[in-house]
C-alpha cells in the first residue's frame, strides 16, 4: 500500500506564489509516477504535473506549463508543486496521487493512491 499526505494549502492573493508538498510513503518502490491534479467545486479532477522517480521525466498540462513547476526529493520521498502567479481560477482542492506507469501519465484512470487533497484559495 502506498500513502500520499499533501501539504502547503492556504489563502493567497492573485499574483503570489504557493509550494504545496505531497509526502509519499509505503511500498513506493511499486510507484515511478507522482502527479498533481485539481478540482473545482462542479468542474472535473483536472491534471497537472506528473513527474518519475527514476530518471527525470517530467509531463505538464498546457494550462500550467510555464506557471508551475513540479520537483521531487528522492531522499525524502517527497514531491513539489511550485505555483507562481496565481490567479483565483486556480482556487481548487489539490491532490497527488501515485501511478506504476514507466512514464508521467496525464490519465487520471492511471493514477492507483490518492492523497486526501490540500485547499488553494485565491484572491483578487
Known amino acids: 500500500q502506498v500513502q500520499l499526505v499533501e501539504s502547503g494549502g492556504g489563502a493567497v492573493q492573485a499574483g503570489d506564489s504557493l509550494r504545496i508538498s505531497c509526502v509519499v510513503s509505503?511500498?513506493?518502490?511499486?510507484?515511478?509516477?507522482v502527479g498533481w491534479f485539481r478540482q473545482s467545486p462542479g468542474k472535473e479532477r483536472e491534471f497537472l504535473a506528473a513527474v518519475t522517480w527514476r530518471g527525470n521525466n517530467e509531463n505538464y498540462a498546457d494550462s500550467v506549463r510555464g506557471r508551475f513547476t513540479i520537483s521531487k526529493d528522492s531522499a525524502k520521498t517527497t514531491v513539489y508543486l511550485q505555483m507562481n502567479s496565481l490567479k483565483p481560477e486556480d482556487t481548487a482542492v489539490y491532490y497527488c496521487?501515485?501511478?506504476?506507469?514507466?512514464?508521467?501519465?496525464?490519465?487520471?484512470?492511471?493514477?492507483?493512491?490518492w492523497g486526501q487533497g490540500t485547499v488553494v484559495s485565491v484572491f483578487s
Open positions: 496521487a501515485a501511478s506504476t506507469q514507466t512514464l508521467p501519465t496525464y490519465r487520471r484512470e492511471l493514477y492507483r493512491f
Open positions: 509505503g511500498r513506493t518502490i511499486s510507484t515511478n509516477v
